[in-house]
């Protein structure tokens, strides 16, 4: 079931969030992303157990999405495919024109994952990331049409 994040959710999120990422995000950038109004944060639970997770921010005529992780047990069920589709939903209902993200070249579930949800790629920021060095493909997509 896909709902918005609380508080309470926050420790299952963050587990998730460090065994995915060489450098996460500490449990107070997840508690900081539930305040602001622009931020949409998402997660899907599973028999009362949080399965996934995903933050985007809105700006005035795009928005980014930040972070889309999903706990390895409940891979390849949908659940990311659930979460990013509730994102851009509500991102083509309020009139953002475009998402865009970045995400490294050789994360080819994630890639697979964007490019199904009707992201094509915009450019490469070399170098990007950090543990290990890697480069950053920033992929867009544009409002569908209602
Ligand atoms: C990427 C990730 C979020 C996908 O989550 P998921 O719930 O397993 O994905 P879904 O089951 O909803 O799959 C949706 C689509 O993603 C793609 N996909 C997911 N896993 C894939 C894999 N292992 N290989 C290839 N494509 C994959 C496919 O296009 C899939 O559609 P399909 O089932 O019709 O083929 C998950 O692998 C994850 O959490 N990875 C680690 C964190 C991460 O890299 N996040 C992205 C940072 S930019």
Same mark, same amino acid.
């Given at each position: ?32 992303? !539930? ?13 009362? @157990?949080?399965? =996934? +997770?995903? %933050? *985007? ?42 998402? !865009? ?13 964007? @490019?199904?949800? =009707? +992201?094509? %790629? *915009? ?24």
């Amino acid at each position: 079931m896909i709902r918005r994040a609380t508080n309470d959710d926050i420790p299952e999120i963050h587990e998730i969030e460090v065994k995915n990422f060489s450098l996460p995000w500490s449990e107070e950038s997840f508690r900081d992303s !539930l305040m602001f109004d622009d931020t949409l944060f998402f997660v899907d639970e599973e028999e009362g @157990k949080i399965a =996934g +997770f995903a %933050v *985007l921010r809105l700006f005035p005529d795009e928005a980014e999405l930040y972070n889309i992780a999903v706990a390895e047990e409940y891979r390849r069920r949908g659940i990311a495919d659930s979460l990013l589709s509730a994102l851009t939903d509500e991102c083509d209902g309020r009139g953002t024109e475009r998402i !865009l993200l970045e995400v490294r070249q050789s994360n080819a579930p994630a890639r697979a994952l964007y @490019k199904k949800h =009707g +992201f094509t %790629v *915009l450019g490469v920021r070399a170098r990007y990331y950090d543990e290990p060095k890697e480069d950053a493909v920033i992929m867009e997509r544009e409002k569908q049409k209602q």
